[in-house]
């Protein structure tokens, strides 16, 4: 099936960045109808709620409902956050969206803000997306002359401001109520839920976070209708996502398909099949956290959440990365536990103390010097660390390790005790070259 | 060094705390800026922006600690940031790595003897398409083999000479 290019044609459009072309392109036309309509906030988190749009940062929160959470009846102001910090590896989706189309992740960020009745929007841009936030800053100000935003925008009686505020390198502000800490003027600790940030966000008050790609779907499915956009995907899972594929593949890059869409499709049609035509040999489905999947797993599997779900992983940030036979995943899993622990906030006793021990027993394995003991002891402590955390970085952590474990606990053996073979690069240089 | 920004950038701050209900909320885009006029975020820094947000210099110090990209020793000139998290392991970080050691001399953490380089192994980019990716400044260099390296550390070191 070839692609359904519905963010992507934006992406596309030859210096869509800009608005000239962004408007001819149909851009904010969206923002333009709701407004000139004169709709009210529930035509559309009813739309919405029929497109089956679920949040596409990692959760998979269907967003119309999250939308409906913030409540009607309260003075004072309310946030919408926009979170482009976009640091979970194997990731890269929105920053091809925010370079490429920054004014329709503009125009929907708007909506939701006229959604919620918020009038301040901020963009949380990851720290060493330079580029990227300049073009974004150059759009705020296009928007903003133009009268997309601001006071009274497009004359619909109500303010909106976008403020773009730059991380400084730390993965766990993608984590929501981190995100908040750290735009509070803090360090990025996360937050016990509840309350939620729809209720108790932004400095105290109510307050929405979505990811750049979920916002960037509204205006589009405000345009095409839900009923289009349900029928993309499949039951619950509506319309098409950005999945961003990394490593062995032939052609890596951003492929913009239905949810539902078998991940033997996009690996072997869209992405060429594996370097050198050689095996696949395993999959990571959405980003690092995700649980691997086995090449057997990636030809039967459809991507959407609920089936990754139904086999013990997720769909998460729809990055994927392929790892072909020859890939040592001993040496990645002590590459991914590195991150992790380098990466835990330090709060809660398990993430900061299970991470290290994760790392150093990996390491020990990595350099030819474990032993079978030090298998049983990673899987003991990454199923500790499960469930006893505040942010959910702790079970990111450790889902890795149990699933590397549990699927390919043969490539581990071989790797300890009397059987010991040290491992080695990964890649050659030369080979990398050969590709 | 004094440590005290321009009267214009002072007022920018000014600007910059507008943008939020609460001063210190402006702490990253200020130590941002104290960064581009001290080059690090030394003990003088952190207490002169702790008097431009009215935080205690505790409060500061925590921040700059926690994240990484606030620098809180001096680095060289120029900044190598070189991804060898999962998608650009599996595409020849390493290589790379050894290919700056025996050019350079330097490894992860390290700066050249003529402070002109520093190497930073770092967390992922966000560009795994093009692994392996490498940062010079605030430029990303995609794709890398040790020959584009080679032309990327070349043209940054004529605009060093310069
Ligand atoms: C450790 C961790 C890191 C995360 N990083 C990101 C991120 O970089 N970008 C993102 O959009 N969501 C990230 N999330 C998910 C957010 O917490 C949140 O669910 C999301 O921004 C909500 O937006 P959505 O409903 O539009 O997906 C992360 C979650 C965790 C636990
Ligand atoms: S689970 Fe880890 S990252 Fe999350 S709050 Fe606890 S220590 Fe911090
Ligand atoms: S893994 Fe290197 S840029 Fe993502």
């Known amino acids: 099936m070839p692609e359904v290019k519905l963010i992507k044609r934006f992406i596309e459009t030859e210096n869509g960045h800009r608005l000239r072309e962004f408007e001819s392109a149909g851009g904010y036309g969206s923002l333009r109808k709701i407004i000139g309509e004169g709709w009210d906030a529930q035509q559309v988190i009813d739309i919405l709620k029929a497109s089956n749009l679920r949040g596409l940062g990692g959760a998979g929160f269907p967003t119309g409902l999250k939308w409906s959470f913030v ?150 499915i405000l345009d095409k209708g839900a009923e289009y956009f349900a029928s993309l995907g499949i039951e619950r899972n509506g319309g098409t996502r950005l999945f961003g594929v990394s490593g062995h593949v032939k052609r890596t890059g951003i492929y913009e398909l239905p949810l539902g869409t078998p991940m033997k499709e996009l690996i072997y049609e869209h992405c060429g099949g594996i370097r050198n035509d050689r095996k696949l040999k395993a999959v990571i489905p959405g980003g690092s956290s995700c649980p691997v999947l086995t090449a057997e797993q990636a030809a039967s599997i459809n991507m959407d959440f ?84 505040v942010c959910p970085l702790g079970d990111a952590a450790a889902l890795p390790v149990v699933s590397f474990l549990s699927k390919f606990r043969a490539d581990f053996e071989a790797q300890v005790g009397p059987r010991r073979v040290h491992a080695g690069a990964v890649v050659t240089q030369a080979e990398a070259e050969e590709n | 060094m004094s440590v005290r920004m321009s009267d214009e950038d002072e007022k920018k701050i000014t600007e910059l705390i507008g943008h939020y209900p609460q001063k210190r909320a402006a702490i990253g885009d200020v130590l941002y800026m104290a960064q581009q006029n001290f080059g690090h975020l030394g003990p003088e820094v952190e207490l002169y922006v702790a008097g431009l947000l009215d935080l205690p210099v505790t409060y500061v110090h925590q921040v700059v600690s926690f994240y990484n990209m606030y620098l809180q020793n001096p680095v060289g000139r120029n900044l190598i940031m070189l991804c060898d998290n999962v998608s650009c392991t599996l595409c020849g970080a390493s290589g790379l790595v050894e290919h700056l050691a025996k050019k350079l001399g330097i490894g992860p953490g390290e700066t050249t003897k003529d402070d002109k380089f520093t190497l930073w192994t770092v967390e992922c980019l966000g560009a795994c398409e093009l692994a392996p990716c490498v940062m010079i400044g605030e430029k990303l260099y995609g794709r890398m083999t040790p020959e584009k390296l080679d032309e990327a550390l070349d043209a940054v070191e004529q605009t060093d000479d310069a």
């Open chain 1, 306 to 389: 609920d089936s990754l779900a139904g086999i013990g992983s997720m769909l998460g940030s729809g990055g994927l990365i392929v790892m072909d036979e020859t890939t040592d995943l001993v040496q990645i899993l002590w590459r991914i536990c590195r991150f992790y622990a380098f990466e835990s906030c330090g709060q809660c006793t398990p993430c900061r103390e299970g991470t290290g021990w994760m790392t150093r027993i990996m390491e020990r394995i990595a350099k030819g010097e474990g032993t079978v003991q030090d298998i049983d002891d990673l899987k003991e402590v990454a199923e500790q660390i499960m469930g006893n955390t």
């Open chain 1, 71 to 220: 409540p009607k009846d309260i003075e004072g102001p309310k946030y919408l956050v926009v979170n482009a910090d976009e640091s979970e590896p194997g990731t890269f989706k929105d920053r091809h969206i925010i370079s490429g189309a920054p004014h329709l992740l503009i125009e929907g960020a708007v909506i939701a803000a006229f959604c919620i009745e918020a009038e301040d929007i901020y963009i949380y841009i990851r720290g060493e997306y330079y580029e990227p936030a300049r073009i974004m800053e150059q759009a705020i100000e296009e928007a903003a002359e133009a009268g997309y935003i601001g006071e009274d925008f497009l004359g619909s009686g109500h303010t909106v401001r976008v403020h773009l505020h730059r991380g400084a390198g730390a993965y766990i502000c993608g984590e929501e109520t981190a995100l908040l800490s750290s735009l509070e003027g803090g360090k990025g600790w996360p937050k016990l839920k509840p309350p939620f940030p729809a209720i108790k966000g932004l400095f105290g008050k109510p307050t929405i976070v979505n990811n750049v790609e979920t916002l960037s779907q509204v205006p589009i």
